[in-house]
């Protein structure tokens, strides 16, 4: 099973500011099957990003994904309001599928 | 519009049984595999099973393996899981979730809420 883990566990910031979220598997994820999905309190969670880079129907240019490997990076450009949530990442290019435990992006 | 709902949700005790249901509309059901994902009271996600658009292939957690059962009826655009033996900490809000053609999860219902306690 490959175990993804998120860091930091919460990040605490501003309207404005830049958030960079980790996300990091215990082995290589197959054909850059990782996506990121945020998740609002009472709501179910929402695709934003998957195969890497790609954004989901939607989602504004202010989110980015990155990386390869082992290693990948979930960026918010200019926090919005409304990106205040919990976001996790999930590999799906091996079973089980897998999730990381969560970031908690929260207002300063 | 996709809409996923789930229901079969409750209350049941320690080693019961419960099925959940979940009704699909909006897209062409046969034409994609499915999955149910769970989230405990206060936690993260933890994916539990997905099937394949005909229901040639499926998977299971280890930690519900040989105790839960996913399902479909492609003629109902239906999705279930049978869910026996339960635990206290089988309690979670199910989600019924579609997985796009690249398998990330693209669609998710609202969840039921299943809880296990005596």
């Known amino acids: 099973e490959i175990v993804l883990t998120q860091s930091p566990g919460t990040l605490s910031l501003s309207p404005g500011e830049r958030a960079t979220l980790s996300c990091r598997a215990s082995?290589?994820?197959?054909?850059?099957?990782l996506a990121w999905y945020q998740q609002k309190p009472g709501q179910a969670p929402r695709l934003l990003i998957y195969g890497v880079s790609s954004r989901a129907t939607g989602i504004p240019d202010r989110f980015s994904g990155s990386g390869s490997g082992t290693d990948f990076t979930l960026t918010i450009s200019r926090l919005e309001p409304e990106d205040f949530a919990v976001y996790y990442c999930q590999q799906y290019g091996t079973s089980p599928r897998t999730f990381g435990q969560g970031t908690n992006v929260e207002i300063k | 519009q996709v809409h996923l709902v789930e229901s079969g949700g409750g209350l049941v005790k320690p080693g019961g049984s419960l099925r959940l249901s979940c009704a699909a509309s909006g897209f062409t059901f046969s034409d994609y595999y499915m999955s149910w994902i769970r989230q405990a009271p206060g936690k993260g996600l933890e994916w539990v099973s997905y099937i394949s658009s005909s229901s040639s292939y499926t998977n299971y957690a280890d930690s519900v393996k040989g105790r839960f059962t996913i399902s479909r009826d492609n003629a109902k655009n239906s999705l279930y899981l049978q869910m026996n033996s339960l635990r206290a900490e089988d309690t979670a809000v199910y989600y019924c979730?579609?997985?796009?053609?690249?398998?990330?999860?693209?669609?998710w219902g609202q969840g039921t809420l299943v809880t296990v306690s005596s």
């Open positions: 082995q290589s994820v197959s054909s850059s099957y």
């Open positions: 979730a579609r997985e796009g053609i690249r398998r990330d999860v693209d669609y």
